[in-house]
């Protein structure tokens, strides 16, 4: 698999800045850094704390032209197939196509390490964004992580959350703050948690009744369902 130098990595990374410049990636750096960690008890790193990718964000596309599908070659070697879909429409003109793939292997590289670890930390990094680009990573370079994917598709992250599908779920934290509240169309509480204050190390659900026009949750970083 073809690797990038580090000159074409310092080159792609001052081209998306000015092509990408609107995609907001300082805020989210500093949102991720308010929102509730994974189960405290992994040993997985969160991916939060993770070392940021060395190329722009796989998701961060640019804005300018871009290189033609039929020029996206790599300096030497070749791309698979699916290298050169998950490259179309992401290279910024006279860059190295190798350094955008780059990006979206470390994608792939940093789901698997904190998969290993824990796959409930892997789902909520996926869920909330703490690895960014992860979604097309995953479905074009990296597809044996798929069941990680699967898994955040079906899941949300913490925050006020329109018109959510009853039933029970279960947040991807032991964070002893977590707390969530379940309300009406006229506003009224249907429901909130936890009943009684969590210990470290429980396992924290919420059951979203029917009917329910906004659930809103602080402090439990992701949900799934239970």
Do not use: H
């Amino acid at each position: 698999m073809y690797r990038r130098s580090a000159a074409a990595a310092v080159l792609l990374t001052a081209a998306l800045t000015l092509t990408a410049c609107s995609s907001g990636g300082g805020k989210a750096d500093s949102g991720a850094e308010a929102k509730a960690k994974p189960p405290a008890s992994s040993a997985a790193p969160d991916p939060a704390d993770s070392a940021a990718p060395s190329a722009p964000a796989p998701d961060a596309k640019p804005t300018g032209p871009v290189l033609p599908d039929a020029k996206l070659t790599p300096k030497t070697g070749s791309f698979t197939a699916e290298e050169k879909k998950y490259l179309s429409g992401r290279v910024p003109e006279k860059m190295d196509p190798a350094a955008v793939l780059q990006s979206g292997q470390e994608a792939c590289q940093r789901v698997e390490r904190t998969a290993k670890r824990d796959k409930d930390a892997a789902t909520g990094a996926v869920i909330t964004g703490e690895i960014p680009g992860a979604k097309d990573a995953i479905t074009l370079l990296c597809p044996e992580q798929k069941p990680i994917l699967a898994a955040a598709e079906k899941g949300f992250p913490e925050g006020p959350r329109q018109s959510p599908a009853a039933g029970t779920y279960r947040a991807l934290t032991q964070a002893t703050t977590c707390t969530w509240e379940a309300k009406g169309k006229d506003g009224s509480v249907l429901a909130s948690g936890p009943e009684t204050p969590p210990k470290t190390g429980d396992k924290i659900t919420a059951t979203i009744p029917s009917g329910t026009a906004e659930f809103n949750s602080s402090g439990c970083y992701a949900w799934v369902p239970a």
